[in-house]
């Protein structure tokens, strides 16, 4: 599986601003921040959702070559406001001692830098068998496993603002009765997270839901599994997540809810992106 940052110069961080800037005044309207980082990082979430796209772009072997073998492109997954494919496209770098292809731009589906030397549209990236997986069923149970949810992620609930066990179980309680009405009134409140296992290579979908503490803004999310067995069917709730790392990771499948952009206006913390993908496998 290749990877974004071993594979492709970007340049430097306001070199990729401008092209993210770009990308996201040619993709259809979205939110690709929030607001704590929207000055310092306007773009954040964008340049995460490209750079895990490319990732498992790579690893399904979807990103093209040109016939003369110069240029790479890939599906970036976004359209414009006309519905055309917008494309990534790269050169082969002539720096023997550098990275072996560089970012030129994205383009759209019918523009000549695309076109004159690719034949055909590069496929999305695939993150599912099964669109039911994609989809909060409120039929089922939600249980908590909360000697892992609690004891394994005590620091998330220090940094969120909570230290008493006793009454983090007692919040959870809350939180859960909570959720489970928000979600039978609004199912896309549970967003569909890819989840790859860098240590087994596991993929599978989760799901994640914003807990609601009373009296308090969202500051974790819930990390949710499907369990399925000849008996029964229900979903089982993990392990917790910073809410702002939930977002970004859930952007790979999805546009999430105007309720989730309202959340994330709320939200104090900056995340390390770099930590994001090795927090997730430590709670497997």
């Known amino acids: 599986m290749g990877n974004i940052k071993n594979e492709v110069f970007l340049g430097t961080r306001e070199m990729q601003n401008k092209k993210f800037e770009l990308l996201a005044k040619m993709a259809q309207p979205e939110i690709w921040t929030y607001k704590k980082i929207r000055e310092t990082d306007p773009y954040r979430i964008l340049r995460n959702y490209f750079f895990f796209t490319y990732n498992r772009l790579s690893e399904e072997n979807k990103i093209i070559t040109s016939e003369d073998k110069e240029y790479r492109c890939m599906n970036t997954g976004l359209l414009t406001i006309y519905d055309q494919e917008i494309i990534a496209l790269f050169k082969k770098s002539s720096k023997k001692d550098g990275l072996p292809w560089y970012l030129v731009g994205f383009f759209k589906e019918t523009d000549k830098q695309f076109t004159m030397h ?30 892992h949810i609690i004891d394994d992620n005590i620091e998330r609930f220090i940094e969120a603002g909570y230290t008493d066990k006793r009454l983090i179980n007692v919040l959870l309680d809350a939180a859960k009765g909570t959720l489970e009405k928000k979600l039978k009134r609004n199912f896309k409140l549970a967003l ?20 609601y503490f009373p009296g308090a803004p969202v500051k974790l999310a819930l990390v949710m599994n499907k369990i399925k067995s ?12 910073p809410v702002e790392w939930a977002y970004m990771n859930s952007r790979l499948i999805v546009k999430p809810d105007e309720e989730w952009a309202r959340i994330m206006d709320e939200v104090d913390v900056q995340p390390d992106e770099n930590l994001i993908q090795n927090s997730i496998d430590k709670d497997e």
């Open 118 to 147: 690719f034949s055909q549209i590069p496929q999305l990236a695939s993150y599912f068998d099964n669109v039911k997986d994609l989809i909060y069923d409120s039929s089922l149970e939600l249980t908590l496993k909360k000697e």
């Open 230 to 241: 000849d008996a029964n069917e229900y979903y089982e709730g993990v392990t917790v997540l």
């Open 192 to 211: 569909p997270f890819y989840y790859h296992n860098t240590d087994t290579g596991e993929n599978k979908i989760q799901l994640l839901a914003p807990l």
